[in-house]
């Protein structure tokens, strides 16, 4: 089917409010038709410029202007990041994600580093995304060729409430990067954050800015605020893992071939909570015990809990996790003289016909 780039508000809006079965149903279908449902794709966040940051965005414990007991960081060495890198890879990631608390990219040695640090993370054959703000096209360009595999570039927002939480940049100046990397080969991640005070209508909106994007973004994080003392949202309360799963569904129905990430927050998430975002469709996570400047759960928690819902970590450079299509299945079984086993939707076994085949052996 045709991916749809004219969903409205009200139409995402109803698919939010769904009766939550109905909801899980419809999303897990369109998941298992578009991906493998037992893969997930492990990225490694590492903050290569940590604070100090001239923007003032709400929710962020690297903005200069909140209080906060973050402790600030010059740009990394690129030997620093490289151990990183093998360190992440030995513990299962296919994907390194750098980010560096910048308004925006400036041309100069420090962006030259960066180049140079994509190129070395591409060397140890991982996936390299940066976010880094903003992006003009030369720039985009230029990661492009030295390998980058993704840029980070979060809407954020509906863009009614971005206005709420940031001032010092637009939600136009947001698309204007990620059209500028779209005219590269460089895959586009843009998501947002539930539980900062916006409405249904707000998190509806940021998926219609999304998913009217044309190609909509090859992967969407979903991050739960993590509220951090001294920032204008500290306040703000836990975000109900119910509405984590109906944003997770939500995104995967309007954006179907989309790697959906639930992304921060995972800490205050239970396994089962979780358990549920996967089959709603989230494919993808970030691993490691801090994601840029906040804790994240342990590594080793994280494959215990893969172990026990069977889950394989995703291997760099796969385009997309998708099965191979039940025609095609059916064809293989057709060109072995058998019946076609598989049915649609999902992948099950007709029974019958494996019964049918047992006593025809033992005939
Ligand atoms: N400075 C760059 C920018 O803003 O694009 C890159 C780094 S910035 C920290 C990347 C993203 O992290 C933000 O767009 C936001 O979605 C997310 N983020 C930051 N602080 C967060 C928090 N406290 N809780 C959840 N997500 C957060
Ligand atoms: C995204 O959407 N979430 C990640 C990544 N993209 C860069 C960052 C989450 C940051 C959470 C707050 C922190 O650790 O500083
Ligand atoms: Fe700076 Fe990015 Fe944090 Fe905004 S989200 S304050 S741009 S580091």
Redesign the pocket.
């Known amino acids: 089917m045709a991916l749809r780039h004219d969903w409205t508000k009200e139409e995402i809006l109803e698919i939010y409010n769904k009766p939550f079965m109905e909801l899980l149903y419809e999303a897990a279908t369109i998941h298992r038709q578009h991906h493998d449902p037992n893969t997930v794709q492990v990225s490694t966040l590492l903050s290569i410029k940590t604070g100090g ?5 709400g ?2 414990p ?2 200069a202007r909140y209080h906060t007991d973050l402790e600030g960081n010059d740009l990394m060495s690129i030997n620093q990041v490289k151990a990183q890198a093998l360190r992440a890879k030995a513990s299962g990631s296919s994907r390194v994600c750098m ?1 560096a ?3 925006n990219v400036k041309d100069g040695e420090e962006f030259d580093n960066v180049l140079e640090m994509v190129r070395t993370i591409n060397k140890l054959d991982m996936e390299v995304c940066c976010t880094l ?1 903003m992006l003009t096209e030369n720039q985009a360009q230029r990661l492009a060729e030295a390998g980058l595999y993704a840029y980070n570039h979060n809407l954020d927002s509906s863009e009614e409430y971005y206005k709420e939480v ?1 001032s010092t940049r637009g939600y136009q100046d947001r698309l204007d990067t990620i059209g500028n990397v779209r005219k590269t080969n460089v895959t586009v991640c843009s998501g947002g954050i539930i539980g900062m005070g916006e409405s249904e209508a707000d998190r509806a909106g940021m998926l219609v800015a999304l998913s009217t994007l044309n190609p909509q973004p090859e992967s969407v994080p979903i991050n739960a605020l993590v509220p951090v003392e001294g920032t204008p949202l500290e306040e703000q309360k836990p975000v109900p893992i119910w509405d984590m799963i109906r944003m997770v569904a939500t995104t995967r129905i309007v954006m179907p071939e989309t790697q959906v990430r639930l992304s921060a927050g995972r800490t205050q998430m239970s396994r089962e909570g979780q358990a549920m975002c996967f089959f709603a469709g989230a494919n993808s996570i970030f691993a490691g015990d801090k994601l840029l400047t906040t804790p994240n759960p342990d590594v080793s928690e994280d494959m215990e809990m893969f172990k026990m819902l069977g889950l394989n970590p995703q291997k760099p450079f796969v385009k997309k996790s998708q099965p191979e299509s039940v025609d095609a299945q059916n064809s293989k079984f057709q060109a072995q003289g058998e019946k076609p086993k598989w049915s649609r939707p999902g992948h099950k076994i007709d029974r019958n016909l494996e019964a049918q085949q047992k006593a025809k052996t033992k005939a």
């Open positions: 940051c001239p923007e003032d965005c929710y962020c690297q903005a980010g608390a910048w308004r703000g940031i």
